[in-house]
C-alpha cells in the first residue's frame, strides 16, 4: 500500500512563528502536492513539484513555500504564520497509473491553529 | 479552465435509503472522472475512477457512470450504512501538468440508523 505521512497531526503556533510542515511518501512517486481544507472552500492546492527541486504555484501561494530537495519528501514552510493561516493541510503524492490515469494518495492531514 | 460542481450538503439519510451525489465538470482534454471519501479525522482516500466515457466506476457498493454528453459523474448507491457517512468529493484530472487534480467543494453525508 501507498503511504504518505505527514510530520504532525496537530500544531499550534503563535503568529509570526515559522513552521515546516513535512510530508513523505514512500512509493517512489514523482508528483507531489500541498492543500489547505477549509469549510465550505473545499481543497485548495497551494503548490506542487514534479521532481525534485522542481516546483509549480498553485491556486493559492501567497504566504507559503515549498521545498523539495528528495523524491519522498516534500515540505511545506510557512515564513511568519498569520491567523488566516489556520486549517488543515492536505499532502498528496500521485503517479501515472498504467491505465493512463493520474490518482492522488493523501496523507492524513496536520490541523494547524495560529494564535 | 478546469472546474467541477458537485451538489451542496449536507445530505442526511437513514440506513438502507438510496444515494445520490450530483457531479458536473468542464475540462479542457479529455479528463480522468474520480470520487473521494474522506473519514472524520483523515485524510482523502480514492473510492472510484472513471478514464473515459462510458466508463463505471464501483468500489464498495458506490458506483459512477463517466457520462460525456452531459458532462456528469453522479455517485450512487443503493443502500447506505452508518459507516458511510463521511465527505465526498469528485475531482477531474487531465494528463498533463503532473496530473494536477480540480476538486468540487464535497458533499457531507450523515447517515442515521
Known amino acids: 500500500d501507498v503511504k504518505v505521512t505527514q510530520s504532525s497531526r496537530y500544531l499550534v503556533k503563535r503568529t509570526g512563528e515559522k513552521v515546516f510542515l513535512e510530508c513523505v511518501q514512500d512509493m517512489d512517486h514523482e508528483n507531489m502536492f500541498w492543500y489547505r481544507q477549509d469549510p465550505g472552500l473545499g481543497l485548495r492546492l497551494i503548490y506542487f513539484?514534479?521532481?525534485?527541486?522542481?516546483?509549480e504555484k498553485g491556486d493559492i501561494p501567497e504566504g507559503y513555500s515549498v521545498s523539495r530537495e528528495k523524491k519522498e519528501r516534500f515540505s511545506l514552510i510557512l515564513e511568519s504564520t498569520s491567523t488566516n493561516q489556520t486549517s488543515m493541510y492536505l499532502c498528496?503524492?500521485?503517479?501515472?497509473?498504467?491505465?493512463?490515469?493520474?490518482?492522488?494518495?493523501f496523507g492524513p492531514g496536520t490541523r494547524l491553529t495560529v494564535t | 479552465g478546469n472546474s467541477v460542481t458537485q451538489m451542496e450538503g449536507p445530505v442526511t439519510l437513514s440506513e438502507e435509503a438510496f444515494l445520490t451525489i450530483n457531479c458536473t465538470y468542464t475540462a479542457t482534454g479529455y479528463p480522468s472522472l474520480f470520487w473521494y471519501v474522506q473519514y472524520p479525522g483523515e485524510g482523502l482516500q480514492l473510492l472510484l475512477k472513471a478514464t473515459k466515457a462510458d466508463d463505471k466506476g464501483s468500489n464498495k457498493g458506490f458506483e459512477a457512470t463517466y457520462r460525456k454528453e452531459t458532462t456528469s459523474f453522479h455517485l450512487e448507491k443503493g443502500s447506505v450504512q452508518v459507516s458511510d457517512s463521511a465527505v465526498y468529493f469528485c475531482a477531474l484530472t487531465v494528463n498533463t501538468n503532473a496530473g494536477k487534480s480540480t476538486f468540487g467543494d464535497g458533499t457531507t453525508l450523515t447517515v442515521k440508523p
Open positions: 513539484s514534479y521532481d525534485v527541486k522542481m516546483k
Open positions: 498528496a503524492s500521485s503517479f501515472l497509473h498504467p491505465g493512463g490515469s493520474y490518482e492522488q494518495y
